[in-house]
């Protein structure tokens, strides 16, 4: 045994089955709203995680390989004194972070008064369009690769990857960002479109057809985002957590994101036929830790190799201030540095590898030193607070589920990976612009007051 994780393997477990507990008691006392939510993601993408690699890492004295360039040279730099830095900042964010929703909430919800709930409802011929459009934009970005439609997404694949074969240009790389945008609109579809307060009859058609949106985006999170946000909906309008249902997701997703990204690059012809390996059982569940961990392992990678002065947060404000064109403030070349994301990719493994965050942690770090996870968690208790006080002036239909449950997620996008680069991004954006045109407010009595959007 390597005893010197010792202590971060027992921070880790400890800190899982404490946050866990606490959330459903909290669940099973008041019900549950955005910040189980929140949890559910933080807790398979880091509190799980973290713990299997802690875990593992204690009980693999020759170290930690799973063939991955980057985790390997992670796990072979990182030691326990920055697993127990990562282990420290997830358990106190959390604790900050329930303490700032608490806050917030109550204080919103006392000023507010007893106004008479909402309702949150859909145009369905525009929601129809929308589906439709995004039909239209993958099948134009399948041609755009020339040949059929299998030739077509084998090209996308590699596209995907950047492979240097595939020419990459203005309509084929901005309708890929759109597949992931049109995904999550799709998602809607189940909850958005039955008859009163019923999920649609029609769930059949719906099925497949965000099965589709999930397979061009090409990715193993294409396939589990579905999931996880059916789960999410079905928790936000019954009010609980069902263990049994998490469990069966958690089964039903570890193949996934083990062999995913194989079973991809061999329908893209560039990896021979997956097979599976039961001595390599232990390789297997560390890849699982690690590709569902990722802003763990970026945020070890970040404590292990980054030295910076404090960013003071300035990488978030530049991420979306690279939303402005190149020009538009006078400006005739970018006036912007490089993104804190190229540096990171730059140290962690090579300057022209596909992009590496610094992770969750790991930006916490960089941002505001020890300090980071105290103005971390305050910041997003505080804006989860005020979405939970947004929602609980909604009748809890599952329209409103539904929308509640897109934003959560949409915000909590950065828990992966630690910047706000993907989510000041076209298909987040374009996102927002699209629900705006088809998600309504009214009154109980009919009127319709305003547009919504995430």
Same mark, same amino acid.
């Given at each position: 045994?390597?005893?010197?994780?010792?202590?971060?393997? @027992?921070?880790?477990?400890?800190?899982?089955?404490?946050?866990?507990? @606490?959330?459903? !008691?909290?669940?099973?006392?008041?019900?549950?709203?955005?910040? =189980?939510? @929140?949890?559910?993601?933080?807790?398979?993408?880091?509190?799980?995680?973290?713990?299997?690699?802690?875990?593992?890492?204690?009980?693999?004295?020759?170290?930690?390989?799973?063939?991955?360039?980057?985790?390997?040279?992670?796990? =072979?730099l990182a030691g326990w004194v920055e697993l127990s830095i990562v282990v420290c900042f997830?358990?106190?964010?959390?604790? !900050?972070?329930?303490?700032?929703?608490?806050?917030?909430?109550?204080?919103?919800? =006392? =000023?507010?008064?007893?106004?008479?709930?909402?309702?949150?409802?859909?145009?369905?011929?525009?929601?129809?369009? #929308?589906?439709?459009?995004?039909l239209l934009s993958g099948a134009i970005l399948l041609r755009s690769f020339g040949g059929g439609l299998l030739d077509g997404y084998q090209s996308l694949i590699l596209f995907r990857n950047q492979d240097q074969s595939i020419e990459r240009g203005f309509l084929n790389a901005n309708l890929f960002s759109l597949t992931q945008t049109f995904l999550f609109i799709a998602m809607l579809g189940p909850f958005v479109t039955g008859k009163g307060d019923r999920v649609s009859r029609l769930w059949a058609i719906w099925l497949p057809l965000i099965l589709v949106f999930a397979l061009l985006a090409v990715s193993r999170r294409a396939v589990?985002?579905?999931?996880?946000?059916?789960?999410?909906?079905?928790?936000?309008?019954?009010?609980?957590?069902?263990?049994?249902?998490?469990?069966?997701?958690?089964?039903?997703?570890?193949p996934v994101i083990v062999f995913g990204k194989t079973l991809l690059a061999f329908l893209a012809g560039q990896a021979p036929e997956p097979s599976l390996d039961p001595a390599a059982a232990v390789k297997?569940?560390?890849?699982?830790?690690?590709?569902?961990?990722?802003?763990?392992?970026?945020?070890?990678?970040?404590?292990?190799?980054?030295?910076?002065?404090?960013?003071l947060g300035i990488d978030h404000l530049f991420s979306a201030l690279r939303r402005i064109p190149s020009g538009a403030m006078g400006y005739e070349v970018p006036f912007l540095p490089d993104r804190i994301v190229r540096h990171t990719t730059d140290v962690f493994l090579a300057r022209d590898a596909l992009d590496i965050p610094p992770g969750w942690f790991g930006q916490m770090w960089l941002d505001f030193g020890i300090f980071g996870p105290i103005v971390y968690g305050?910041? !997003?208790?505080?804006?989860?607070?005020w979405v939970e006080a947004k929602r609980r002036s909604f009748v809890n239909d599952w329209h409103a589920a539904a929308f509640f449950s897109l934003v959560v997620f949409v915000f909590a996008l950065p828990v992966?990976?630690?910047?706000?680069?993907?989510?000041?991004?076209?298909?987040?954006?374009?996102?927002?612009?699209?629900?705006?045109?088809?998600?309504?407010?009214?009154?109980?009595?009919?009127? #319709?007051?305003?547009?919504?959007?995430?």
């Open positions: 045994m390597a005893y010197e994780f010792l202590l971060p393997a @027992f921070l880790a477990v400890v800190l899982l089955i404490a946050a866990g507990g @606490f959330e459903l !008691v909290r669940i099973e006392r008041r019900g549950a709203d955005c910040l =189980s939510i @929140f949890w559910v993601i933080f807790g398979l993408q880091c509190l799980v995680p973290v713990a299997l690699i802690a875990v593992l890492y204690l009980f693999s004295p020759n170290g930690l390989k799973t063939d991955n360039e980057f985790f390997d040279r992670v796990y =072979s997830a358990a106190i964010s959390l604790a !900050v972070t329930y303490a700032a929703y608490g806050l917030v909430l109550e204080r919103l919800r =006392s =000023s507010e008064g007893n106004d008479e709930q909402r309702l949150i409802r859909i145009s369905i011929p525009v929601y129809l369009a #929308v589906v439709g459009l995004g589990l985002i579905p999931i996880m946000f059916a789960l999410f909906v079905f928790l936000l309008k019954n009010g609980r957590l069902r263990i049994l249902p998490l469990a069966l997701l958690a089964a039903a997703v570890a297997y569940l560390l890849l699982l830790a690690s590709d569902a961990g990722i802003t763990i392992v970026e945020s070890l990678a970040t404590l292990s190799l980054i030295d910076l002065p404090y960013r305050i910041l !997003v208790g505080a804006m989860l607070g992966n990976t630690g910047s706000l680069d993907f989510t000041f991004s076209v298909d987040i954006i374009a996102l927002v612009l699209l629900v705006a045109l088809f998600v309504r407010t009214r009154s109980r009595r009919g009127a #319709v007051l305003t547009a919504a959007a995430p």
